[in-house]
């Protein structure tokens, strides 16, 4: 295992390599020990190419909520056939299947926190348990949030996330994106810059950042997989809640 030191060291001396070099740093330290995380949007598409061809059959994790748009779904099948990708799809825990389905509708708006813990955060928790490394497509520009992660950020629990594209903006996923001539999410060209489930997600105007259309006015800007939120890993407090609305 790592050291807290070691990973600080190698974390800054990662601020001057490529996201290649990173990745294949990452290869051979965790050899089949490491998985990858996807939304399959436009901006998911450098990082997806260069991994799939880098660690070939590296497990992609895909966080299937039920509340993706029909595009998101038909894109990741277009894109898991055409990269021959080892995606593996993963869903809220059962022993919540009751409490989300009455509140299919209406918990997205009424409590988008606890809908994302559910449907996003916990699956990731629970998949990452058998991993050592988790490879994580966020950049320093999306959100405040993410603009102070570190390329190399170990998790209280030992696992160690992997950030490549960190130091990248939107400039340089572009460049790469038309270097590599890499297909765009459908919804791009409809005015959907960053595409989340469908409840929480619209299309923005062009001078808008990226992420505007994101949990608009609700004041969310994450979802919880690179937050405070991913870390806590005791559910016993959101069990009682929702045994709690359920009576």
């Known amino acids: 295992m790592l050291s807290a030191q070691k990973v600080k060291r190698l974390s800054e001396e990662f601020e ?36 799939s061809r880098l660690i070939p059959n590296l497990p992609i994790f895909f966080i299937d909520t039920g509340y993706h ?6 894109f990741r099948e277009q894109i898991a056939r055409d990269w021959n990708l080892n995606i593996v799809d ?14 299919t509708r209406t918990l997205p708006l009424e409590d988008a926190d606890l809908c994302c813990f559910i449907h996003k955060v916990h699956p990731m928790q629970t998949a990452l348990q058998n991993y050592k490394a988790w490879i994580s497509g966020i ?3 999306q959100t405040s949030v993410r603009a102070s992660a570190k390329i190399l950020e170990m998790q209280n629990d030992g696992l160690l996330k992997i950030n490549p ?23 791009l060209e409809k005015g959907y810059r960053s595409v989340g489930c469908a409840p929480c997600t619209i299309a923005i105007g062009v001078n808008d950042d990226e992420r505007a259309g994101r949990w608009q006015g609700r004041g ?15 559910v016993s407090e959101i069990q009682q809640k929702i045994e709690l609305e359920i009576k």
């Open 16 to 51: 001057t390599k490529t996201p290649q070099e990173i990745i294949e740093w990452a290869e051979t330290r965790f050899l089949q020990n490491i998985a990858m995380s996807s939304s399959f949007q436009t901006q998911s598409m450098p990082l997806l190419h260069m991994a």
């Open 90 to 103: 993963l869903y809220r825990d059962h022993r919540w299947d009751a409490y989300a389905r009455q509140r």
């Open 139 to 141: 950049r320093r520009d």
């Open 165 to 187: 594209l960190l130091n990248w903006t939107k400039a340089d996923v572009k460049r790469y994106m038309e270097e590599n001539n890499l297909p765009s999410h459908p919804l």
């Open 69 to 74: 748009f029909w595009e998101t779904l038909m």
């Open 220 to 234: 969310k800007i994450e979802c919880g997989l690179h937050t405070d939120m991913f870390k806590k890993k005791d």
